[in-house]
Every structure is written in C-alpha cells, then in structure tokens.
C-alpha cells in the first residue's frame, strides 16, 4: 500500500492550497483517512480525519479553515485550506491505519509574505 501526496508549496497568508493523496494497493473506501502536520520543532499532529461515510473532525487551530474530503472512486483524499496562516507551515502527511501505519511521503506547506 503507497499514499502518495501532493499539492503543497508556498501560499501567502489569507491564501488557499489543496492537498491531495492518493492511496495505491488498498480498498481506499474501507478506510478511514487523515491529514497530520509537523512543523519544525514540534510533533506530528492530527490536522483532520474523515470517516468512510463522510463524518469529519478537525484540530481546534483549522477549524473553519480547512475541509477535509474524499473521493473513493479516485481512491483519494483532499485537504482544501483556506485563510492560510504563518504558523500552517509544515510538512503535512496523509495517512491511515489497518493494522499497520500507513504514512504519506509529506508534502511542504510554507506560508509566508
């Protein structure tokens, strides 16, 4: 199973980015699929997470910023991120558990005037 992210690089701040990832050699609906961000210096953590049917969660800092989607039948998951801030910048990494942890290679999200 690959996770293969994309759509970062350099946004200005109240700026927009999409991310996305696509999974290989897994039945992407059965899942349930997340996007977590490492900035330097600090843990990995949970950004959001959406559920096989759709429910969603977010981290109280993307709240009302950032949507989390999916489309099962490209087998991928999207973050939209609107209303980009500084301190969004990060290294950000899709991934899923099923019995292992499955980690997207991260994509570089740098948001700066």
């Known amino acids: 199973v690959q996770l293969q992210a994309s759509g970062g690089g350099l946004a200005q701040p109240g700026g927009s980015l999409r991310l996305s990832c696509e999974a290989f050699?897994?039945?992407?609906?059965?899942?349930?699929m997340s996007w977590y961000r490492q900035a330097p210096g600090k843990q990995r953590e949970l950004v959001a997470r959406?559920?096989?049917?759709?429910?969603?969660i977010y981290a109280d800092s993307v709240k009302g910023r950032f949507t989390i989607s999916r489309d099962n039948t490209k087998s991928t998951v999207y973050l939209q991120m609107n209303s980009l801030k500084p301190e969004d910048t990060a290294v950000y990494y899709c991934?899923?558990?099923?019995?292992?942890?499955?980690w997207g290679q991260g994509t570089l999200v740098t948001v700066s005037s």
């Open positions: 991934y899923f558990f099923r019995d292992l942890h499955y």
């Open positions: 050699g897994s039945i992407f609906s059965l899942d349930a």
């Open positions: 959406i559920s096989t049917i759709g429910s969603t």
